[in-house]
């Protein structure tokens, strides 16, 4: 069964470091995938995708992630985090199949400190 | 604002009632999605309507039923409500087979 692995439910950095938020994917083919992010009490916004093409992604907010086919990762980064970032990550996958429904991951918890 | 949006924004009810959310999606695009996000269970799909037609379900309780209407907005329907559907709902809607905008969500307390 398709399935999506956030290993770190929180992770604190300080404002200012640099962040890697990791997801891991089962799944016989390489599927889309796909970065959130969820503000308290907010929607999901899309941070970037991956369908296929050059491995190293970039999306928005100065966020980018690497797809990785020999470790089924897609990890994502940034370079220098704001105290804005604070918020729920979440990597899903979209099987190829006629529906793209999205499978999640369980979220990762992005704490900033000051 | 990702233009889809979702109504009501918050609505608490009883157990054993039932409760219709609503989902609009964005300009053109013919595919909804739903999806709950609870604490125990987290992000899961639902199920997804295409042009008026179901194409996919996921864990979705047979309680629960969908439908999209001819102008593209769509409703889900929860009866025989328990503790354990207290959730928030989310609707995605997209025009391709890629990325899926989603709404603020409809957060469901049942009491």
């Known amino acids: 069964a398709q399935s999506v692995t956030q290993p770190d439910i929180h992770i604190t950095v300080s404002e200012g470091a640099s962040l890697e938020l990791r997801c891991n994917y089962s799944?016989?083919?390489?599927?889309?995938l796909f970065w959130y992010v969820q503000s308290p009490g907010q929607g999901l916004q899309l941070l970037l995708k991956?369908?296929?093409?050059?491995?190293l992604v970039q999306g928005i907010k100065g966020f980018e992630a690497e797809f990785k086919r020999s470790q089924s990762s897609f990890n994502l980064r940034k370079p220098s985090v704001h105290w804005s970032d604070a918020a729920e990550y979440f990597c899903?996958?979209?099987?190829?199949?006629?529906?793209?429904?999205?499978?999640f991951g369980s979220g990762t918890r992005l704490l900033v400190r000051p | 604002d990702s233009g889809v949006t979702q109504t009501p924004k918050h609505l608490i009810t009883a157990t054993g009632q039932r409760v219709t959310l609503r989902c609009s999606p964005r300009?053109?695009?013919?595919?909804v999605y739903w999806y709950q996000q609870s604490l125990d269970q987290g992000l899961q799909f639902l199920i997804q309507?295409?042009?008026?037609?179901?194409?996919a379900k996921g864990n979705i309780l047979e309680r629960f039923s969908a439908q999209q209407f001819p102008d593209l907005h769509s409703e889900l329907n929860l009866s025989s409500l328990e503790l354990g559907d207290s959730a928030l709902y989310f609707c995605?809607?997209?025009?391709?087979?890629?990325?899926?905008?989603f709404g603020p969500g409809t957060r469901l307390t049942v009491l």
């Open positions: 995605a809607s997209s025009s391709t087979a890629d990325t899926q905008y």
């Open positions: 799944y016989g083919a390489t599927p889309y």
């Open positions: 991956y369908f296929s093409g050059d491995t």
């Open positions: 899903a996958v979209a099987p190829m199949d006629s529906s793209y429904k999205l499978i």
């Open positions: 300009s053109g695009d013919l595919s």
């Open positions: 309507y295409y042009n008026g037609e179901e194409r």
